[in-house]
């Protein structure tokens, strides 16, 4: 049973992992359609803190393939669910100020309801409760990934409101 324990953490992260990816991507390229400095540079921050987070998920997984969205979705479909308006933004080349509320608005609700903050505490759950080398290394990294995806909603909220 421990294996199997084992093998669903292991999924998880990985899945967690390719959620900090697509996430960072959304937003490097939504910050190459802002105008605004500012905006962008939040934006960018927010974008490779998430491709910092997906690095060091992935670093604890033992195949460090990623699945496939569409694997993921078959397990955590809500979560992966709510990535499918994302591609749109590629079709664009430049967006408005109030387009840009309506996508950081769009994030902001996802971040709190079914982002990698939820995704993150689904591993530390198992993770606590399994026996398995790197479980202290792994539980102090989700502490310190909460603490950015704090920073990283405060910093929606600024563009929100600039």
Not at 18 to 35: C, G, H, N, T
Not at 47 to 68: I, R, T
Not at 122 to 147: H, N, R
């Amino acid at each position: 049973m421990l294996i199997l324990s084992t093998v669903s953490l292991e999924k998880i992260v990985k899945c967690s992992a390719l959620l900090e990816k697509i996430v960072s991507d959304f937003y490097i390229e939504l910050s190459r359609k802002v105008d605004k400095a500012e905006a962008r540079a939040k934006l960018l921050y927010i974008g490779y803190d998430s491709y910092k987070h997906y690095q060091l998920l992935v670093n604890y997984a033992v195949d460090k393939q990623l699945p496939s969205i569409d694997e993921c979705r078959e397990s955590y479909g809500y979560f992966f669910d709510k990535l499918s308006n994302l591609n749109v933004l590629s079709m664009k080349d430049k967006i408005s100020s109030d387009e840009l509320r309506s996508w950081i608005s769009s994030m902001e609700n996802f971040e709190n309801s079914v982002g990698e903050e939820l995704f993150h505490n689904m591993i530390f759950t198992m993770a606590s409760k399994l026996d398995f080398k790197g479980k202290e290394e792994l539980i102090l990294i989700l502490k310190l990934l909460a603490d950015d995806e704090k920073k990283h909603a405060n910093l929606l909220k600024e563009i929100l409101s600039a």
